[in-house]
């Protein structure tokens, strides 16, 4: 698995996080969605909030896995602060994307998401771009 170095894990949380790394590939969708739905269910969000998350969170792996370069990893990253769901995706993409906010999947994130972000800064080890997307989701049930 190439390109792991470049994205290192976060030493410093005062928040537990659940971190999983995995291939940049279609067929690991699932599990990233299961995964969101996992968390966002072990903090009590409100079925509604959790389909909400999975399609995020589906939509976001699926924009960066369409973008990596081969062998690349994805790294998700899940922070419960109450009342949010932190939810932070990377992996190592072959051209610049500014993220276009008039698509289609950006308007879906818009509507799923209370936050949205793209972005990207150079390879350290000089191939493409470290590319983040980043959504939060708060249970409408809490203060």
């Not at 170095?5 to 928040?15: F, M, V």
């Not at 932190?86 to 993220?99: F, Q, W």
């Amino acid at each position: 698995m190439a390109h792991l170095s470049a994205i290192e894990p976060e030493q410093d949380q005062t928040q537990p996080v659940v971190e999983l790394r995995i291939r940049a590939t279609p067929d690991q969708l699932s599990i990233l969605r299961a995964l969101a739905a996992t968390v966002a269910i072990q903090e009590n969000f409100d079925l509604d909030t959790i389909a909400d998350i999975r399609l995020a969170m589906d939509e976001v792996c699926t924009h960066l896995i369409v973008r990596a370069l081969p062998d690349s990893v994805l790294v998700c990253r899940f922070v419960f602060t109450a009342p949010q769901l932190h939810v932070s995706v990377s992996t190592t993409t072959a051209d610049y994307d500014g993220g276009d906010q008039r698509s289609f999947g950006w308007h879906i994130l818009t509507a799923l998401t209370d936050s949205i972000s793209l972005d990207q800064e150079a390879d350290p080890n000089g191939s493409g771009y470290i590319t983040t997307m980043e959504f939060t989701k708060a249970d409408g049930r809490r203060p």
